[in-house]
């Protein structure tokens, strides 16, 4: 059985008090509060960073320009955002409910033709003319398992077909390169293209949903809705074990082969070392009333550049008042 | 009751090897099954008196109970031996998973037996695994949900490190510690409401909102998302002052659904009250040790049963006797459902608490045992030891194990069926109560036919192997036992539609609900044809039991002789007899009635009456034939036969006279009349007791003999008001909706009803409300 070590980090505070190396506590980013949902994070360059959400009904992107967050008001009306992928600062993807395909040049939003009306939760490229996103609509009877590609002309559906029973949809999509893309969704389905084919593995008891890696032989997973799951590739085979006791995880990050950043329910931030299977599980806190406490609610993405992460989220169990989250704290020389 | 709580006190004073001080068994936790806990405020006595009526509510489809369902109320499973309790056989439901062990289904991989729009739900689709629940008690839960996780995570061992082959597991869930359910997969109490009103009624809601869930007796809200916590339930932890809590706050989604109702159609002060009420029922209050009660603990004890059925947790008000450490065990092959939970396996299930277990029979997962001693006897996997040991035990000592559980509350609300120890009967002439003319003399008769009416019949009494309740009780209970039954207590039945008409499956028309070797029993392949079936009251049924052949056929008109749209025809039996009880009047006598309804509906073999064809003689259950003596069945029958009419309320004579006059006017007494006995005595049952097709065009119900699919015998009506729902599929939830489904022979009554004024409709309904 899996055994796992987890720890909250405590040394790592009394590290940075003392001024010995950067500070790799959780801190606020800035008050997300009226935000919306946070989904997703991405940047080019620590002072440049996408966040994507809104509500159900209400995408929204907020940006970092170095200074300050704002939310980009340019941006055309769409549903929910749901995730953000880029070449640089003037190529960023970002996809999000009802099919919606958005591309940012540098200079203007521009909504691209969907071929899917499905809700696309995921989007990576290898390369800017081969760009894949991937999605489902969950959240009602008729989802269907969606992947569609940009070949830097348009977006067109991509035929494939999943075996394993009652799969919803796809949830996140990450590669190294054309001929090794991955794909993680419901039911712990996970997909990939070699190229010529796309092959199912089940790897997981429950929902993938999302992934990252370092190279072709290190590629971490994670998932799960009540209990997290956690999952790696070594070039050979997946390992899937219950991430015991941290709740569903939503998102990872990965600089360092074999460490992956994991963000999840409640406030869950942890590290988890992909050879040994062991998390170490941080803390993020915040001010409440002159309190320090935990935060209560849910992160549903993380993403690094330079020598910061970022982890974004919000209270997502209620579309009735969407309210983000935001986070931010320095890597260590490891990490 | 300080004597009990010294006892208990005292054996919890193993803690104290490890040098801190023993927890003390607080006093104000204990009460009688389902009374709420002494600690309560007089603001929460409140709360819990609105919760249990909650509890007790009938949703209707009106009120957005489905679109797939297995019950109306919470109490409906939850009522042995009293609101809160766990739930007697009949009440077993299914999970359902697929090969991949997801669960499938709308509800969680709840099976629904109902679909408001198809009656019968059919089989979830890629279903691959099905397994049996019994629902579970929620006495003292609000005590369970204060434990701290670490008081349960204390006592893992998920590797079996020191070697006694017992490896607890903790279950979580979002982070939390397991703790409700089976398999400690729930780890709120609002989660485990929430959940199972959306998967049993589907009744959706939202979560309870921050302020609410503070304000519980088990306080859930989020940190940081209200302004205050509460001592001792919510801590700092560590040296960074991160705040934890102990009781989760999941699930925080709302849940909605499809069907008519707006969501959520449970409004938050009902679901605040359902919760709290759950959360102050009191911890079951143990009887006084006696030197039985205390050899059988020592005997428990020794043979290992406390390894798992821990004495105590500690909690922020001292040791919880609950007798379980709420970690997830390996039952063995022989207990093992395939379900998968949380962290749970297939064969791991959580331990059950065991105070009040003597009054929540039946026991296990699944409800297979009927007692104690073969609860004990199926233990297997880790705790196949202790079992082997209990049987290696004499007589004498396992008889001791047992009063010693015995004595762990509750012992004196035991009942065979839901009816109290020593129930009264009822005043003659009420509900429930006898007819006045019955002699005193007959009273221990009575007695004994209501005893044998709401017994639940035990699988070695016979019950089965397919069957839809386990007493007659079971459907019959509302106003009071005799009554009639609530929607979700349908009976299913099925046919095959050949060329444009409804016929009979060889292997009949009944589709049951429950089974012993089928956990849901196979219906015939071609049946594309369900019809649910309504429990009618059985009040005033002696009368009609007297009333001649010759009046029921005095007012047959089949072939509409007399042109007023109205075509009555008697259930005529194939030996002449002529039928007046049940839907389709297919039963010519209580007598039969008793016969049919063992057999059919609780799967109890009958023996052979002169005179009489209904019942089966025989079944293959491994039971010997007949399951049940002519003396029970004529108890039983005369219980029947002496239950007092339905007792006229008037409110408003002026008004229900007016209304008697339009019920006529609109033709309802064209079906709808009272009848007479032999001495001219009428019986004002209203009904004809005749077969009418009311059905809309092109319906299809379910034949039975001469009896078509689309006809239906005239349902009485008096006691309409206390035995909702109406019509023959309980599909109506109010009698005005009853009468606009009235199609075919009824249109043109329907059509005039409609057509009245609101006030004459009103006048029409207040005297069939006074019935």
Known sequence: MLRQRVLVLVLVALVALVGCGPDTTWQPAFDATEAGWLMNVWGPSEDERFAVGGGLDDGTVVRFDGETWAEDPSVPDTPLLNWVYGFGPDDVHVVGNEGTILHWDGSAWAARESPTDQDLWGVWGAAPDDVYAVGGTARGPDGVPTIVHFDGDAWRAVDVTVETENVAAFFKVWGTGPDDVWVVGDRGVVMHWDGAAWTEEKVARDDLVSLWGTGPNDIVAVGGRGNGIVAHWDGTEWRSEFAEPLPGLNGVWMREPGVAHIVGLRGTVAVFDAETFEITELTASRTVDGAEVREPLDFHAIHGVGGQVVAVGGNLAFPADPRGIAYLRELGDQE | ?771
């Not at chain 2, 003292?140 to 017992?166: C, K, Q, Y």
């Not at chain 2, 019809?531 to 049924?541: S, Y």
Request: charged share 25%.
């Open chain 2, 1 to 771: 009751m300080n004597d009990r709580i010294h006892t208990i006190a005292a054996a919890a004073l193993g803690l104290a090897l490890t040098g801190c001080p023993s927890p003390e068994v607080p006093e104000d936790i204990f009460g009688d099954l389902g009374e709420v806990a002494p600690y309560a405020t007089e603001e929460q006595r409140a709360t819990f008196d609105r919760g249990l009526d909650v509890m007790a509510r009938q949703w209707t489809i009106e009120d957005g109970l489905g679109p797939h369902f297995n019950l109306s109320s919470c109490g409906g499973c939850h009522e042995r031996p009293v609101p809160g309790g766990g739930g007697p056989r009949y009440r077993n439901f299914l999970l359902v998973h697929d090969e991949d062990d997801s669960p499938v289904g709308p509800g969680g991989g709840v099976q629904q037996q109902f679909h408001v729009d198809r009656s019968r739900h059919p089989t979830h689709e890629g279903t691959s695994t099905v397994a049996l629940r019994n629902a579970i008690p929620f006495f003292g839960v609000g005590l369970i949900a204060e434990l701290p996780g670490e008081a349960i995570e204390a006592h893992a061992d998920p590797d079996d490190a020191d070697g006694d082959g017992i490896s607890g597991r903790v279950n979580r869930d979002q982070g939390f510690v397991g703790r409700f359910g089976r398999k400690s997969q729930t780890v709120s109490v609002e989660g485990f409401i929430r959940g199972p009103l959306f998967n049993h009624l589907g009744i959706t809601s939202n979560p309870l909102p921050p302020e609410l869930k503070a304000a519980l007796p088990v306080p859930s809200a989020l940190p940081g998302t209200v302004g205050g916590t509460r001592e001792g339930l919510i801590e700092a932890d560590g040296d960074v002052g991160v705040v934890r809590m102990h009781q989760a706050a999941a699930p925080d989604s709302p849940i909605t659904d499809d069907d008519a109702a707006p969501d959520p159609e449970i409004s938050e002060e009902d679901l605040f009250d359902l919760v709290s009420m759950s959360m102050l029922l009191a911890a079951p209050e143990p009887d006084p040790p006696t030197p039985e009660s205390e050899a059988g603990h020592a005997l428990f004890d020794e043979i290992g049963c406390a390894d798992c059925h821990r004495e105590s947790l500690e909690g922020p008000r001292g040791s919880i006797p609950l007798y379980s450490d709420l970690l997830l065990h390996d039952m063995g092959e022989e207990m093992a459902d395939g379900v998968r939970m949380g962290l749970a396996e297939g064969s791991e299930f959580r331990t059950q608490p065991l105070w009040g277990v003597a009054a929540v029979q039946p026991y296990l997962h699944d409800g297979r045992a009927d007692t104690l001693d073969e609860a004990i006897r199926w233990h297997g996997g880790e705790a196949q030891r202790a079992r082997e040991a209990y049987e290696a035990l004499s007589d004498a000592d396992r008889a001791l194990v047992i009063t010693f559980l015995e004595s762990l509350g509750g012992l004196d609300q035991r009942s065979p069926g839901l009816l109290p120890p020593d129930a009264p009967v009822d005043d003659p002439g009420t509900y429930g109560g006898p007819r006045t003319d019955m002699a005193e003399a007959d009273m221990p008769r009575f007695e004994q036919g209501r005893a044998i009416f709401d017994e639940d019949f035990r699988l070695s009494a016979g019950l089965g192997p397919t069957f839809n309740g386990d007493s007659c009780r079971a459907c019959h209970f509302q106003p009071v036992i005799g009554g009639s039954g609530p929607i979700d207590v349908n009976v299913t039945r099925q046919a095959i539609l050949m060329g444009g008409e409804a016929v009979v499956p060889e292997m009949g028309t009944m589709a049951h609900r429950q089974g012993v070797h089928a956990m849901r029993p196979p219906i015939d392949d071609a049946s594309d044809v369900f019809e649910l079936r309504q429990t009618p009251a059985i009040f005033g049924l002696g009368l009609v039991d007297e009333i001649p052949e010759a009046e029921i056929l005095a007012h047959e008109d089949p072939e509409d002789a007399d042109g007023d749209g109205i075509s009555g025809r008697a259930h005529v039996l194939p030996d002449g007899r002529v039928g007046r009880l049940g839907w389709k009047a297919n039963v010519p006598s209580l007598a039969e009635f008793s016969r049919d309804g063992m057999s059919n509906e609780l799967g109890v073999t009958v023996p052979d009456q002169p005179g009489m064809t209904f019942g089966n003689a025989t079944d293959d259950d491994a039971i010997p034939d007949p399951e049940i003596t002519v003396e029970e069945l004529e108890a039983l029958t005369f219980y029947m036969a002496q239950l007092a009419p339905p007792p006229r309320t008037r409110t408003d004579e002026a008004l229900e006279d007016q209304g008697e006059v339009l019920f006529a006017d609109v033709g309802c007494t064209g079906c709808h009349m009272s009848l007479a006995l032999e001495d001219g005595t009428p019986v004002p049952l209203f009904s004809d007791l005749l077969l009418h097709d009311v059905m809309p065009e092109g319906a299809h119900g379910v034949p039975d003999g001469p009896a078509t699919d689309r006809e239906m015998r005239t349902a009485p009506l008096w006691g309409l008001a206390e035995t909702a729902p109406y019509m023959h599929d309980g599909r109506s939830g109010t009698i005005e909706d009853a009468i606009a489904r009235h199609h075919g022979e009824a249109s043109a009554s329907a059509e005039a009803y409609a057509a009245l004024s609101a006030e004459e409709r009103e006048a029409l309904l207040a005297f069939l409300r006074s019935l």
